[in-house]
């Protein structure tokens, strides 16, 4: 009988060495936690297919925001659901506008003590619910909507975000943003580019989360599930264009293009675990299909190992204030 010589067992037989070993790190800082303000509400209105998750008043916002600061998460991405929308989703450049207004709370609440980012994307505010504007024949108009996305941009540093989130996959939208915010003083807020975003079907509980108005579908301007190629071009392109950050988008189903990106980027990378992602967990999770906390704790970990080093998940403050008592 021959016994093995080399033993990988001895490596996990105590908590202590487990801990020692570990080759991937998920702290507090790594997350960011999206959050959704609605225009003329008086209460939170809870999202049925995003247990835990609401649209928030102002006032909510606020000390949702505190709580996740006090946690340690990295960083806040909001988006904004108004209360009027129209073609060319004016809500969102005006500076009285529910995101810009809600931008500027949570600046005066936090300052400086994590990372305020915003989401620049019209689909929120048309009421078309198309990421950008519309030409003649209904199709979505790149340049026409890059203008728009300049405007939205400087209003939302205006309003205080240190990042701005171009989320629209418009060609040329990163250099666009970049050329219009040092053009008004803001040199130092940056941009978290969507690189790879893809046409995915799992961000169906986001588009009750902003009540979207959208009929059809995206794919003219995101990506093609199938594709990684395409990722790699995208992500020069942002980077030529000034992206301080690039982000892959869903997370779990693109691991691989994250691996991808986070191989030759030289700037930060982030991944979104998007609402479809959360809600798969939250539904099994219910039903006692899953044991929830380990499975959320297993998703995030392998984000981080395939290559994010920052992970935005609707998890984010719950899992902050898990890790940091660990
Ligand atoms: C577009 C945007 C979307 C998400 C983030 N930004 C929706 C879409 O592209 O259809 C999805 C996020 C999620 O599903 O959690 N502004």
Redesign the pocket.
């Known amino acids: 009988m021959a016994f093995p010589t080399q033993r990988p067992r001895r490596l996990r037989s105590t908590p202590a060495l487990r801990r020692l070993v570990a080759e991937t790190d998920l702290r507090p800082r790594h997350l960011v936690l999206?959050l959704f303000v609605r225009e003329g509400i008086t209460e939170p209105v809870p999202i049925a297919s995003m247990p835990g998750v609401v649209q928030h008043t102002r006032d909510s916002l606020r000390k949702a925001c505190a709580e996740a600061v006090e946690a340690g998460v990295g960083g806040l991405m909001l988006?904004g659901v108004p209360a009027v929308r129209d073609a060319g989703g004016t809500a969102g450049v005006d500076p009285d506008g529910v995101l810009n207004a809600a931008l500027r709370d949570v600046r005066a609440e936090i300052g400086d003590a994590s990372v305020l980012m915003a989401?620049t994307?019209l689909?929120?505010f048309t009421d078309h619910g198309h990421?950008g504007v519309l030409d003649a024949d209904g199709a979505v108009d790149n340049d026409a909507t890059l203008a728009v996305y300049a405007q939205m941009a400087v209003a939302q540093a205006d309003a205080g975000a240190h990042l701005l989130g171009p989320?629209?996959m418009m060609d040329g939208q990163v250099g666009v943003i970049r050329d219009a915010l040092d053009a008004a003083g803001h040199t130092d807020a940056g941009i978290l580019a969507?690189t790879a975003?893809y046409a995915s079907a799992?961000?169906?509980?986001?588009?009750e989360?902003?009540d979207?108005q959208?009929k059809g579908d995206?794919k003219t301007y995101?990506q093609d599930p199938g594709n990684v190629r395409e990722s790699l071009r995208e992500l020069a392109l942002d980077l030529d264009e000034g992206a301080d950050m690039v982000m892959v988008?869903?997370a779990l189903s693109y691991l691989d293009v994250l691996r991808a990106v986070a191989e030759v980027a030289d700037v930060p990378v982030a991944a979104?675990q998007?609402?479809?992602e959360?809600a798969m967990v939250e539904a099994a999770a219910a039903n006692g299909w899953l044991d929830r906390e380990r499975t959320i704790t297993e998703t995030l970990t392998s984000i981080r190992r395939a290559g994010a080093d920052v992970v935005l998940t609707?998890w984010a403050t719950e899992a902050a204030l898990r890790l940091g008592r660990g």
């Open positions: 999206p988006f989401d994307c689909d929120e990421c989320s629209g969507y975003k799992f961000y169906g509980p986001f588009r989360a902003v979207s959208l995206r995101q988008k869903p979104y998007v609402s479809g959360y609707y």
